[in-house]
Antibody, heavy 120, light 110 residues
Framework: EVQLLESGGGLVQPGGSLRLSCAASGFTFRNYVMNWVRQAPGKGLEWVSGVSGSGGVTYYADSVKGRFIISRDNSKNTLSLQMSSLRADDSAVYYC?????????????WGQGTLVTVSS | QSVLTQPPSVSAAPGQEVTISCAGSSSNIGNNYVSWYQQLPGTAPKLLIYENRRRPSGIPDRFSGSKSGTSATLGITGLQTGDEADYYCGTWDRSLSGVVFGGGTKLTVL
């Protein structure tokens, strides 16, 4: 059974940093593109970043480019998102999601999400 | 303002059918497959439709998808109260080099 379990969310002050993790199981992690998608309270879905199976190719939304870094450790089946220079509008539930075909056109499994709150 | 445009809300009675539109452009829907997601209150999104019209295992055939040009449509027949949720379309945008989602459509089953 495919499982994605996010962790690392919490309360952080504006300008601060936070590292999110997503533990994957039930599939061959290194074979899949992985993504982070966020959802601000009461708002819609916003794609944040994606990374290839090898970790060598990454993409970012303009809203986080230069502040967030996506990475993966295929030996530990873990996806990470290092977030810095956090702003109030980064507050959201952050989901990790698997891309089954590596096309960034659909995400077949999602984690339950981890909440990030940026506030003083 | 989302790159993909969806109606904010739709409603219909139990047993009826409803369609949800998703309008984009040649840089996204026009040249890529569209997916649709259902998000029940308080839960993570769930893939409903991929590659414009294909359903993952376990998704009932009451849900259907189509695409024409730069627009896509989700159809739901035989509406049930359990279908009340937010629905999102999504795809890749080659101009942005990123994934784009619609703003979401709240379905109310009256």
């Amino acid at each position: 059974e495919v499982q994605l379990l996010e962790s690392g969310g919490g309360l952080v002050q504006p300008g601060g940093s936070l590292r999110l993790s997503c533990a994957a199981s039930g599939f061959t992690f290194r074979n899949y593109v992985m993504n982070w998608v966020r959802q601000a309270p009461g708002k819609g879905l916003e794609w944040v970043s994606g990374v290839s199976g090898s970790g060598g190719v990454t993409y970012y939304a303009d809203s986080v480019k230069g502040r967030f870094i996506i990475s993966r450790d295929n030996s530990k089946n873990t996806l990470s998102l290092q977030m810095s220079s956090l702003r109030a509008d980064d507050s959201a539930v952050y989901y990790c999601a698997r891309d089954p075909e590596g096309t960034y056109e659909d995400f077949d499994y999602w984690g339950q999400g981890t909440l990030v709150t940026v506030s003083s | 303002q989302s790159v993909l445009t969806q109606p904010p809300s739709v409603s219909a009675a139990p047993g009826q059918e409803v369609t949800i539109s998703c309008a984009g452009s040649s840089s996204n829907i026009g040249n890529n497959y569209v997916s649709w997601y259902q998000q029940l209150p308080g839960t993570a999104p769930k893939l409903l439709i991929y590659e414009n019209r294909r359903r993952p295992s376990g998704i009932p055939d009451r849900f259907s998808g189509s695409k024409s040009g730069t627009s896509a449509t989700l159809g739901i027949t035989g509406l049930q109260t359990g279908d009340e949720a937010d629905y999102y379309c999504g795809t890749w945008d080659r101009s942005l080099s990123g994934v784009v989602f619609g703003g979401g459509t709240k379905l109310t089953v009256l």
